[in-house]
């Protein structure tokens, strides 16, 4: 991309979210390789989770999926940096692989100018993940989440009021929506997370009361476990499972801004096949 507009990027097109990457064979999610496949299935913006060692570096894992992407019993976050830097990803067969553990600064260099980047975990360590997004000169290419709790709208407004920021709201979303407008929040998006098609939060209605407040919508077709519905089951299960048009097809047509998805490429040929892709 030449230019970083959000709110002029998701008037043009679906925005396409890559989530951690895209992991498989040996090529771990959360690594820098994961994201550059990404980019190349036409991802335009990947998520990536934040963490911070004890002594203070930022870098890239998911907190609490030691076990899972490393096969070791440690909590990363307890632990120094040195130490981190010598651990390597396992593969999805749980074999080790050559991958290390990224830093934030080495994902913002390698990404700079290339697409848009989520920033997930960031009410862990707000102030320092926003000095250094600051520091990088990437403030129109990253996006930064929380839930809807008021100790982080007031971190926000304190630390990073300048960051391009979106809130992850199951519920009372219009109250949120009322509350962030009076803050001084550079407030872009919601995360709407909803059980049921009849939810408020996935309404035609709501989606066109956000937009026409400039506040964009994001929906997850993601799934990290079965049993947490985050779409009313119009996930990349049923795309890929049952029927592309329950699953993606639903979440383009209702109007959501942002899909998140671990198939880009699969979600991007099929929006493009059904003319969904880009806004008519």
């Known amino acids: 991309m030449n230019s970083f507009q959000l709110w002029q990027t998701a008037q043009e097109k679906i925005i396409l979210v890559a989530h951690r990457g895209v992991a498989g064979g040996n090529i771990p999610c959360n ?3 994961s994201y550059e496949i990404a980019l190349m299935q036409g991802a335009d913006m990947i ?23 490393l096969n ?5 976050s307890q632990m120094e940096w040195k130490d981190i830097q010598a651990l390597r ?14 830093t934030l600064d080495e ?6 100018g290339r697409c848009y980047i989520n920033c997930d975990k960031f009410w862990l360590h707000p102030r320092e993940i926003s000095d250094c997004i600051r520091a990088h000169g990437m403030m129109e290419q990253i996006l930064v989440k929380t839930s809807p709790k008021k100790e982080y709208f007031d971190i926000i407004e304190t630390y990073a009021p300048d960051v391009q920021y979106m809130v992850i709201v199951s519920k009372d979303a219009e109250d949120v929506h009322e509350e962030l407008k009076k803050r001084n929040i550079n407030y872009m ?3 709407l997370l909803f ?11 709501y989606l066109e009361k956000l937009k026409k407040d400039h506040i964009l919508s994001w929906a997850n077709s993601i799934v990290y476990n079965y049993k947490a519905v985050l779409t009313a089951g119009h996930s990349d299960d049923c795309a890929l499972c049952e029927s592309m048009e329950k699953g993606w097809g ?7 801004d942002f899909i998140q998805t671990d198939w880009p490429l699969m979600l991007k040929n099929y929006l493009e096949k059904e003319n969904l892709l880009y806004r008519k």
């Open 31 to 33: 690594t820098l390789p």
């Open 47 to 69: 998520e990536i989770d934040v963490s911070m060692s004890a002594d203070g570096k930022l870098f890239i894992f998911h907190p609490g999926m030691e076990k899972a992407h």
């Open 72 to 76: 070791r019993d440690c909590n990363l």
């Open 89 to 102: 990803f396992v593969n999805q067969d749980n074999a080790e692989t050559q991958f290390p553990i990224n």
């Open 107 to 112: 994902v913002l260099d390698r990404f700079k």
């Open 189 to 191: 998006g919601q995360e």
């Open 195 to 205: 059980d049921s098609e009849s939810s408020p939060l996935c309404t035609p209605e």
């Open 250 to 256: 639903w979440l383009a047509r209702r109007g959501f």
